[in-house]
């Protein structure tokens, strides 16, 4: 056998897999820059001058739910500006600022919890959902809970889920606030998957900002998703909800 043509096959494959990534770079750029401007001016325009837009997650990926930093020394008032500017741009998700003190958050009113919410409490009253170290990998035990979960959501088909994502102290906050929010995403996913509908999903994550109740900080029990299921009329989807190309 000749190895001419096996080492062809091997620079072939290089190749391929060196311009696939030089043309994910450009695509992630693409992406990102536009948002970044727009970022920029809108947070100029509204009092936030020093404060940045990352939409980039914690391992570098683009993401449509930027961080703000930078604003600490801001009232909250130009804060809660700031963020509200930046959330209403076209393509842009939630908003979350780097210390986790303050987010860009719906008008929209409140409805009563339902029944499900009952139901969903009762099965992590005693289980979590867990994940890979430092990753938003699911367990395996945490995909058979899901399964349990999304049967239990199927009679408030309709209703708005909310999926909340917490991690504990370790780490640094911005870290903290993409991963439970990469995290969040990870669930919403695993449940279109199991036939809930995108639509009534919605993903955050809160970082280190709530603990349980009663524990430290830094306790691992606080790395947890969080359910709330709530009375609708569907809200306004986010473009990062709608389904379509991401």
């Given at each position: 056998m000749s190895i001419r043509p096996a080492l062809a096959i091997v620079a072939g494959a290089a190749l391929v897999a060196v311009a696939g990534y030089g043309?994910?770079?450009?695509?992630?750029?693409?992406?990102?820059?536009?948002?970044?401007?727009?970022?920029?001016?809108?947070?100029?325009?509204?009092?936030?001058?020093?404060?940045?837009?990352?939409?980039?997650?914690?391992?570098?990926s683009p993401t449509?739910?930027?961080?703000?930093?930078?604003?600490?020394?801001?009232?909250?008032?130009?804060?809660?500006?700031?963020?509200?500017?930046?959330?209403?741009?076209?393509g842009v998700g939630g908003v979350?600022?780097?210390?986790?003190?303050?987010?860009?958050?719906?008008?929209?009113?409140?409805?009563?919890?339902?029944?499900?919410?009952?139901?969903?409490?009762?099965?992590?009253?005693?289980?979590?959902?867990?994940?890979?170290?430092?990753s938003s990998a699911l367990l395996p035990a945490s995909r058979i809970l899901l399964d349990e979960v999304a049967e239990a959501l199927q009679p408030c088909?309709?209703?708005?889920?909310?999926?909340?994502?917490?991690?504990?102290?370790?780490?640094?906050?911005?870290?903290?606030?993409?991963?439970?929010?990469?995290?969040?995403?990870?669930?919403r996913e695993a449940l279109v998957s199991r036939g809930i509908p995108r639509d009534g999903l919605r993903a955050r994550g809160m970082g280190s900002s709530e603990p349980v109740e009663g524990l430290a900080?830094?306790?691992?029990?606080?790395?947890?998703?969080e359910f709330a299921v709530i009375r609708t009329e569907p809200l306004r989807p986010t473009p990062v909800d709608t389904p379509g190309a991401r």
């Open positions: 043309y994910a770079t450009k695509t992630d750029e693409a992406f990102v820059v536009p948002l970044e401007e727009s970022a920029a001016q809108a947070i100029t325009e509204n009092g936030g001058g020093g404060v940045t837009a990352r939409f980039t997650g914690a391992n570098g449509r739910h930027p961080l703000l930093s930078n604003g600490e020394d801001l009232p909250e008032q130009t804060r809660a500006r700031v963020a509200q500017a930046v959330a209403g741009m076209p979350v600022w780097s210390d986790g003190t303050a987010r860009a958050e719906t008008d929209a009113p409140t409805f009563e919890p339902l029944h499900c919410q009952e139901d969903v409490d009762g099965l992590l009253r005693s289980r979590s959902i867990r994940f890979e170290e430092a088909l309709g209703a708005i889920i909310s999926i909340t994502g917490h991690t504990d102290k370790s780490g640094t906050e911005p870290g903290n606030l993409a991963l439970s929010m990469e995290r969040a995403r990870a669930v900080p830094g306790d691992p029990a606080n790395r947890r998703i």
